[in-house]
């Protein structure tokens, strides 16, 4: 369902190019829960940009669902990010003067869905993440794990086709990143695409498939 | 998607409620201004009007300016009233004398006028009586006084047979009159005392006995009828000449003191939508503010899927109703001002909020919110997602 091919990004700043995908290639199929490792700066965040639509490729060729992701107005994209994509990030980047339930709530505002309808999808994702009895508080009033589990809820919210974690659990203490992870596994059980981006090799060897990412060049790791 | 819009812009101000009042402040003050100018000139204007219509818009002012070696005397008078479509007609004049009593004493505007001035110029008989035909005809010393003026003067209202001196002369108090709230009254100081015609022509030197003013009322409610009736009059008694008289309706006089009211009462509209509008561009500096502070979040919403026009109206209806609620506050602002100004003037005017000013108000601050919003809306919306999501 996703295919990169020879997918390149290159930024330039002050005159030097840094190029950030140098060819990057990848076929990842429905289901799939695959890790992307490699280490810092190596082009993994532009690479899930990418994937997630908030970026656009230089050159080369982004496949979505069968839908080739090219010159796409602004709006065009946002509407595939709230239908498609479901993003985590390390920070979690919740609202911070929304309830948790208001949190999840908002891609399915986005999406024009009925106040009914969203009280529905909004209660039947928190008893997912298990977060059922925290619905109206804060991020603030909230751990970072019950934090990420509420952005987990988030990204789950609109149905998506696609899982994006960026470095999901590099906020969270090793404890409570594996419960992050068994949450993961437990939704690719049910039948989600996972994509998660780490540098943590314990975290990506949990992962069935793992993608290795260097120089902005992607290889298999058996 | 709007009313989730308003939801969110209620959960921002609230979130600071400091600064969303201090962004406010500007447009309160430009509201109070707008609202509490207008409303006071209105109101100001209306009280003159009715004081106008007090002196009755039923009644026709007459100058004679040029006889034509013609002058108009007093027994020609009767003759006008004639006319079906005239009801009353009074000659006036006035002198200025000083009023005594004992030793109370003060200037006085002494009018001389016949029995039908009471009933054009709707005076009301308190005790004794207005001047009658007799007095006229006999130039007998009897004065009218005003209650207040009496009170005054003598200390009590009840002077009918009481001795005052104009200019030295003995004048009878035959009647006292309730309070006239004319504008003349309340233009000028002094005593206003009523006396015979012919006496007040004695009185002085300068005033002969030829009339140049007189009242004229309607027969029925139609001053133009009664109007057109004098005016034709008037051109056979003064061989056509348009030039000889003048008629001064006092109807049209409450029109064009409506239009003044009116004309000033856009002045301070204008002056005080000046402020409004220097709020405005204190909602702007905020909103723009509030957009760079808020830039992660944009980020964040366009991640999960928020297009540009969401952004767009999310920001342009915080700002909108920022404003609006400012809006609100500086009404229930002004309304106290005006209750309290009310208060402090006490019978001398009647302070009301001017109905026109709050929906002026209302307007302007709906285009203020939406025309100062924009540019920071604009800027939210435009904001690339990635670059913002790094912020
Ligand atoms: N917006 C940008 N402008 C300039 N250079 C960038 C930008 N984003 C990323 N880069 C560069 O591209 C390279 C890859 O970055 P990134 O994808 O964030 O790496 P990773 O997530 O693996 O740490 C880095 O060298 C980084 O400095
Ligand atoms: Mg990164």
Redesign the interface.
Same mark, same amino acid.
């Given at each position: 369902m996703i295919t990169l091919d020879q997918v390149t990004k290159v930024y330039s700043i002050g005159g030097e190019e840094v190029r950030a995908l140098d060819g990057a290639s990848l076929h990842i199929a429905q289901g799939e829960f695959v890790a992307i490792i490699g280490p810092s700066g190596s082009g993994k965040s532009t690479l899930m940009?990418i994937m997630?639509c908030?970026?656009t490729a230089d050159s080369g060729i982004y496949e979505l669902d069968g839908q080739r992701i090219e010159r796409y107005s602004? +709006?065009e994209l946002? *509407?595939i990010?709230?239908?498609k994509i479901g993003?985590i990030?390390q920070s979690f +980047?919740l609202?911070s *003067?929304?309830s948790a339930e208001e949190n999840v709530e908002?891609?399915l505002?986005?999406?024009?869905l009925s106040g009914r309808e969203r009280k529905q999808r909004v209660a039947e994702m928190l008893a997912l993440v298990e977060l059922s009895d925290r619905k109206s508080h804060k991020p603030t009033e909230l751990s970072g794990g019950q934090q990420q589990r509420v952005a987990i809820a988030?990204a789950l919210a609109?149905k998506p086709s696609l899982l994006l974690a960026d470095e999901p659990t590099g906020n969270l203490d090793s404890r409570t990143g594996k419960e992050i992870m068994a949450l993961f596994h437990r939704l690719h059980a049910e039948g989600n695409t996972i994509v998660i981006i780490t540098h943590d090799q314990n975290v990506a060897d949990q992962a069935p498939r793992r993608i290795r990412i260097l120089d902005g060049r992607v290889q298999e790791v058996a | 998607m709007l009313w989730q819009c308003i939801k969110m812009a209620m959960k921002a101000i609230a979130s600071n409620r400091l600064r969303a009042f201090l962004t406010m402040l500007g447009i309160i003050v430009g509201v109070v201004a707008l609202v509490v100018l207008v409303s006071f000139v209105t109101s100001a204007g209306d009280a003159v009007t009715d004081q106008v219509e007090g002196l009755g818009t039923d009644l026709i002012r007459v100058s004679i300016i040029d006889d034509g070696g013609r002058p108009l005397q007093l027994d020609e008078l009767p003759a006008f009233t004639a006319h079906a479509d005239i009801g009353a007609v009074a000659p006036t004049n006035q002198i200025s004398a000083t009023a005594r009593f004992g030793h109370e004493s003060g200037q006085a505007s002494v009018v001389g006028t016949t029995f039908s001035y009471a009933g054009i110029s709707n005076l009301e008989l308190l005790s004794g009586r207005f001047l009658q035909t007799a007095d006229v005809t006999n130039s007998t010393h009897v004065a009218v006084i005003a209650e207040s003026d009496a009170e005054e003067l003598f200390g009590t209202s009840h002077v009918v047979g009481a001795e005052l001196a104009l200019d030295g002369r003995p004048f009878l108090v035959v009647g006292v009159i309730a309070d006239q709230e004319s504008l003349t009254s309340l233009l000028m100081p002094g005593y206003t005392i009523y006396v015979p015609y012919t006496t007040a022509v004695r009185m002085s030197d300068n005033l002969a006995s030829a009339v140049t003013t007189i009242m004229v009322s309607a027969s029925g409610t139609d001053m133009h009828a009664a109007e057109t009736a004098i005016d034709e009059m008037l051109l056979n008694r003064f061989r056509r000449d348009a030039d000889a008289f003048e008629i001064f309706n006092q109807a049209l006089m409450g029109e064009a003191l409506g239009q003044i009211t009116h004309m000033l009462a856009m002045l301070m509209g204008g002056v005080a939508f000046i402020s409004l509008l220097v709020g405005g561009i204190g909602i702007m500096n905020i909103m723009m503010v509030t957009v760079t502070e808020r830039t992660k979040e944009i980020g964040v919403r366009k991640a999960i899927g928020a297009g540009r026009w969401s952004i767009m109206l999310q920001f342009l209806i915080e700002a909108l109703v920022i404003c609006l609620i400012g809006c609100l506050i500086g009404v229930i602002f002004s309304l106290g001002i005006i209750e309290v100004a009310s208060i402090v003037a006490g019978d001398l005017m009647d302070f009301h909020l001017s109905p026109g000013a709050v929906s002026v108000a209302m307007v302007f601050s709906i285009f203020i919110g939406l025309g100062f919003g924009l540019y920071p809306a604009n800027q939210a919306a435009k904001k690339k997602p990635i670059e913002a999501l790094r912020y």
């Open positions: 940009n997630g908030l970026d602004e +709006n946002a *509407r990010r709230n239908r993003f990030f +980047n609202l *003067r929304m908002l891609p505002i986005y999406q024009r988030r609109a | -």
